[in-house]
């Protein structure tokens, strides 16, 4: 377990730390989705270090990423290929979606978001990515496009969601952000 100093101020890595305790927490089953995000956004809103300690407290400590390696950033990339992330997974707070002459298919309903707000940059250069949103997510559409189709649809983002910022290009291709399971060859599709 990580031990805090309770009179020092929180850093961004106390914070990260704690969040991945908590996801590796609602991805193994110890919490549920309501306490995961009530308890994320605590974390993130840690003034001390003393503010983390009760909101680990009952929850197994989880190793410390390799140096450099954080669930800050991540990278999911399909070149002339089809790939499909779906299922129980922790994205970043800021996730890169690239595809090139392929098709890249993303599922964040049963995802762990590490935080209300996450940042999604496509790349999209003759290839379609979809991506699929939590029912509830609250979708900011900064994509640009040059000979292409972008589209968000489904669903209203009603209710206390996530952000989802989407930002990034696409050329030659196709993006599509929905709340709605289509068919896209997702696991469970009807």
Not at 2 to 25: C, I, Q
Not at 68 to 74: D, F, I, K, N
Not at 95 to 118: C, K, N, Q, W, Y
Not at 137 to 142: K, R
């Amino acid at each position: 377990m990580t031990s805090y100093d309770p009179v020092l101020r929180a850093s961004d890595a106390d914070r990260d730390h704690a969040a991945a305790v908590l996801g590796e927490a609602f991805a193994t089953g110890r919490l549920t989705s309501v306490e995961h995000a009530d308890r994320l956004e605590a974390a993130y809103t840690a003034v001390t270090t003393d503010d983390l300690v009760p909101l680990t407290r009952d929850l197994p400590d989880v190793t410390a990423p390799a140096r450099g390696a954080t669930a800050e950033r991540q990278r999911v990339a399909a070149v002339f290929s089809k790939v499909v992330r779906g299922g129980r997974w922790i994205a970043g707070r800021h996730t890169a979606l690239s595809v090139t002459f392929g098709a890249l298919i993303v599922d964040l309903s049963d995802a762990v978001l590490p935080g209300r707000e996450i940042t999604l940059e496509v790349d999209s250069y003759c290839g379609k990515l979809i991506v699929r949103v939590p029912r509830d997510a609250h979708v900011i559409d900064e994509v640009g496009a040059l000979f292409a189709k972008r589209s968000i649809s489904g669903g209203t983002g009603d209710g206390d969601g996530p952000v989802i910022r989407v930002v990034g290009r696409v050329t030659f291709g196709k993006v599509i952000v929905s709340r709605e399971r289509s068919d896209w060859n997702l696991p469970g599709t009807p």
